[in-house]
């Protein structure tokens, strides 16, 4: 029993799968489901591939030893891939990382993502890595090796020769160690990454050496010459020289004494500093034989202008500052700002508005604020001005603002609006965008109240402005002066912004205010006139008709007569006679009666008005409140045409105003003109045009009740502006200002961005969802802002590389140099060093030398002239990059010849060296 027991203790499972076999044989499933063994050999790579074709990225995860690992698979996908391949594969070639490692087509290309280092530093298009998921750091050697060992064992079983990887040391260091076995041959990747650089290894004479050193240990066979490929790196970012930079637009005329007028009317654009970070300088030599070239400590024969290819790539600021962008967005920010215009300007504002209202015109120059107005130079008075009121604005520049704004106030004005009646902002690209015509009143206001927001106080010169803008409209309503820069007509609800709507209806309540007072003074002695010729025809009419009528005829034509001829039956506000129409009773030709015009409304009053209607429900006694509302103009035409045509009834003023209601028969009446009957509606008992027309009296239009209260309207529009928060004004003004910032947008032509002008169609399209509504969507032009702010970079960054590269050229292959380097591509130079690129940027790295020069030398010694002394063209190189060939039999003399690779990137403060080493395991 004891025996049994013991026997039991001591017995182990052999058949039972440890955690490593597990790992293993996952690993090797993986391999079987991305179909990854006996991969066919794939296209000779080109020039490009690795930079412009896709790579396929697979991944899986899996655990081993309490640890997660993510293994990803990568391969570039070429646009030839299904086209055959003709090239007959040799014995070098039954391996594709064979193949791709002696292919310099993609020496020192630079690719962005994640691990696809890893075809940088070995030259292969594809490849497997092993990455621990937690990042934890693969540090300790056995777990290297085991983790080696793994993928080794694993590729081999399932027959893949794609190369295998393991990411060891930290993450940033981009460390990757492997192997590749197949086909009779062991391929090692390893690498080295070293914070000190070895002095051997800072040239090329000592990496040869080095290189040497390790292929040809224990083959013992005379090497052949190495095939070498050189990259030299210069860096540009220190733009000392101003003709090298692109200045930005001088808009600081708002700090200096005198105001530019013409720069008044546009917006800024451009970036405040240059917006190229780094210009980087490619030099390559690719595929030299080691005869033909030195470089140690001593001699090089690698410089700059001898290098064959010339390749740049810019860096660009992430973000650059740019004018317009900060003129958005400081005038967005203000929309939120819910101060007064009395919380900014102080106390005396109020008392300032509340004298003009008081006052007549004639006191109004006494009471004017310290804050300079237009209305002044207008009424050409001066008088001491109130000292309590102030704001950031000096005087002089605030005048000429205003000037700017109302220039019809001055007499030889340089800036005077254009004809707005031929204007129209639906004929051109804009059309939907609800704001106003370019240029006009409210279009230069919104530019000038950002200029005032960015450079001239902020929220306390908006309400500076804003004040002064209010009270000078104010002033034109006294004194019966149109508003200038405003379109005419009535307020145009569907196509322009509430605050031109509301200068509209300004503009309409003083012309109706002329009107009436020109006719209420040409009226006075018409209207004794008038009373004086009424009681002689009256007197006449007595006259006449105290003798007894001679027979019927007689009394019918005088009870005509004094119809025609009483005072309160006197016809009143003709216009001109119907040419067809009479009155179905007497007969006598229909005059067309002067009515009223409609009522101007803006979009907000509409908007109040279909509330109103809204809210009154859909009960009778609502119904007749509404029709009630809706007759008002119905009532004044009615006592017009009344007034025109004494003895008229409902069918002649339906035949004139609605003729649809009117039905026309085949037979005349006694005055040869179509009988007819009203139609359906018409004859529906008390409806409202039968007991409108029982209620009016016949009044001529100038001495009813006025539909459009034009002094009402005026004062409300007025309460508008007067009484609206910073934060509301800037919402009133943002769609004009964001529509000129769309069409400063839309001006600059820049053939190196094609895409242009559909990005500033798509922006387009916001700004009109944008502009629809009367409560503005701060959210959407937070959206429109970005999308400018991204533009105008584009466009300044373009701008500076033409500038720096270009000067005044504008062919085709320079356009299309500028577009490749936009997207942030390495672009090969034309012409090389040689080429007038080439030249410019030799020349901007001698400026950079000679100015870096002369500081060294000021801070040393002042006293030191350093203009003729002899400084270097270049810079020492900030990266230098090696790639290493040569074909060799491994690891014996009777071995087949297997590639050998090494890859050198050697910085100032780094080194990194990424080997191929391939050997021969079958004929050892």
Avoid at 433 to 450: F, Y
Avoid at 474 to 483: A, G, M, S
Avoid at 829 to 843: A, E, L, Q, Y
Wanted: charged fraction near 25%; hydrophobic fraction near 35%.
């Amino acid at each position: 029993m004891n025996n049994i027991e013991i026997e039991d203790f001591y017995h182990h499972d052999f058949t039972t799968a440890s955690e490593w076999e597990m790992f293993i044989a996952r690993l090797e499933e993986i391999m079987h489901e991305w179909k990854l063994p006996n991969t066919k050999i794939g296209p000779c790579l080109k020039s490009g591939n690795f930079v412009n074709c896709a790579w396929e990225e697979n991944f899986e995860k899996l655990h081993f030893a309490d640890a997660e690992f993510t293994l990803k698979h990568y391969k570039l996908k070429l646009d030839d891939e299904n086209t055959d391949n003709l090239l007959e594969e040799s014995e070098e070639e039954k391996v594709q990382c064979h193949k791709d490692a002696l292919n310099a087509s993609n020496d020192f290309a630079r690719i962005d993502g994640n691990h696809l280092e890893i075809a940088c530093y070995y030259g292969i298009r594809e490849f497997l890595v092993l990455q621990s998921t937690k990042r934890d750091s693969v540090m300790d050697e056995t777990k290297i090796r085991i983790l080696l060992s793994s993928l080794a064992i694993a590729a081999t079983n399932a027959n893949c020769d794609i190369p295998t990887l393991v990411q060891v040391q930290e993450p940033w260091q981009k460390m990757y160690l492997g192997t590749s076995i197949g086909k009779g041959i062991c391929t090692h990747f390893d690498m080295v990454h070293l914070k000190k650089v070895p002095s051997h290894c800072k040239y090329l004479t000592g990496l040869l050496a080095l290189f040497k050193q390790k292929v040809g240990e224990g083959c013992g066979t005379r090497l052949d010459p190495v095939m070498i490929s050189v990259r030299f790196s210069y860096l540009l970012k220190d733009w000392t020289n101003s003709t090298w930079t692109q200045e930005p637009p001088d808009f600081d005329f708002m700090q200096g004494e005198t105001l530019g007028v013409a720069e008044l009317g546009k917006l800024p654009f451009g970036a405040t500093y240059d917006p190229i970070a780094e210009l980087h300088l490619y030099t390559t030599w690719p595929e030299m034989s080691e005869n033909v070239v030195v470089d140690s400590e001593g001699f090089t024969d690698l410089e700059p202008q001898s290098a064959p290819e010339w390749s740049v790539q810019v860096k660009m600021d992430s973000s650059p500052a740019c004018l317009l962008g900060e003129y958005l967005t400081d005038f967005l920010y203000q929309c939120n700002n819910q101060k007064t215009i009395v919380e900014l300007l102080g106390d005396a504002v109020t008392y300032s508005q509340q004298e003009d209202q008081a006052l007549s015109s004639v006191f109004n120059i006494l009471t004017e604020s310290k804050i300079p107005t237009i209305s002044t130079v207008v009424s050409k008075a001066t008088t001491k001005k109130n000292k309590n009121v102030e704001g950031p604005i000096p005087e002089e520049i605030l005048l000429s603002i205003l000037y700017f704004l109302f220039p019809d106030a001055e007499e030889n004005t340089k800036t005077p609006y254009s004809d707005l009646t031929t204007c129209n902002i639906d004929e051109d690209q804009w059309k939907g965008v609800k704001t106003c015509a370019m240029d006009s009143l409210v279009w230069r206001l919104a530019i000038v109240a950002a200029h005032c927001t960015h450079y001239l106080g902020g929220a306390t010169a908006l309400a500076q402005l804003w004040y002064e803008f209010v009270q000078e409209i104010r002033f034109r309503w006294e004194r019966n002066i149109l508003i200038s820069g405003v379109s005419p007509g009535f307020p145009d609800s569907v196509r322009t912004c509430i605050l031109h709507q509301k200068l509209q209806m300004m503009n309409c309540c003083i012309e109706k205010k002329k009107a009436r007072e020109e006719m209420a003074h040409k009226s006075q002695s018409a209207d004794t006139d008038e009373f004086e010729t009424a009681e002689s025809e009256e007197e006449e009419f007595f006259e006449c008709t105290s003798e007894e009528p001679a027979n019927e005829d007689d009394s019918s034509s005088r009870a005509q007569q004094k119809a025609t001829h009483l005072l309160w039956n006197k016809p009143a506000g003709r216009l001109a006679k119907h040419p067809s129409l009479k009155l179905i009773q007497t007969g006598d030709p229909l005059y067309l009666p002067i009515t009223q015009d409609p009522v101007p409304k803006t979009e907000d009053q509409l908007e109040e008005d279909a509330q109103v209607m809204m809210q009154l429900g859909t009960s009778k006694h609502a119904s007749e409140m509404r029709a009630r509302l809706m007759s008002a103009s119905l009532l004044s035409d009615m006592e017009s045409f009344k007034a025109a045509n004494p003895g008229a009834v409902l069918e002649d003023f339906i035949r004139w105003y609605s003729p649809r209601d009117w039905i026309e028969e085949d037979v005349t009446d006694e005055w040869g003109q179509p009988k007819g009957h009203l139609s359906a509606r018409m004859l529906i008992p008390n409806n409202p045009w039968s007991t409108t027309w029982s209620s009016a009296l016949p009044v001529p239009a100038h001495r009813q009740k006025r539909l459009f209260d034009d002094t009402r309207e005026a004062e409300k529009a007025l309460h508008f502006l007067s009484t609206k928060r910073i934060g509301q004004i800037a919402q009133l003004l943002l769609p004009a200002l964001t529509h000129a910032a769309l069409y400063t947008l839309s001006e600059q032509k820049q053939d190196a961005l094609p895409n242009l002008p559909d990005v500033t169609i798509s922006i387009l399209n916001k700004l009109q969802y944008a502009t629809k509504p009367i409560h503005q969507k701060l959210h959407v032009y937070e959206e429109i802002i970005r999308d400018v702010e991204g533009v105008e970079a584009l466009v300044a960054q373009v701008n500076s590389l033409q500038h720096k590269l270009g000067g005044n050229n504008d062919s085709k292959e320079f356009t299309s140099f500028l577009i490749q380097l936009m997207r942030g591509k390495e672009v090969d130079v034309p012409g090389g060093s040689n080429g007038n690129i080439g030249s410019r940027i030799t020349t901007m790295f001698r400026d950079a030398q000679k100015a870096a020069l002369i500081m060294t030398s000021l801070n040393s010694n002042p006293d030191v002239d350093v203009a003729g002394d002899k400084f270097k063209t270049f810079p020492e190189p900030c990266c230098k990059e090696f790639i290493l060939r040569i074909v060799t039999p491994r690891p014996s003399p009777t071995s087949t010849p297997q590639p050998q690779r090494l890859y050198v990137c050697l910085k100032r403060d780094d080194i990194r060296l990424a080997g191929f080493f391939s050997k021969d395991t079958i004929f050892l």
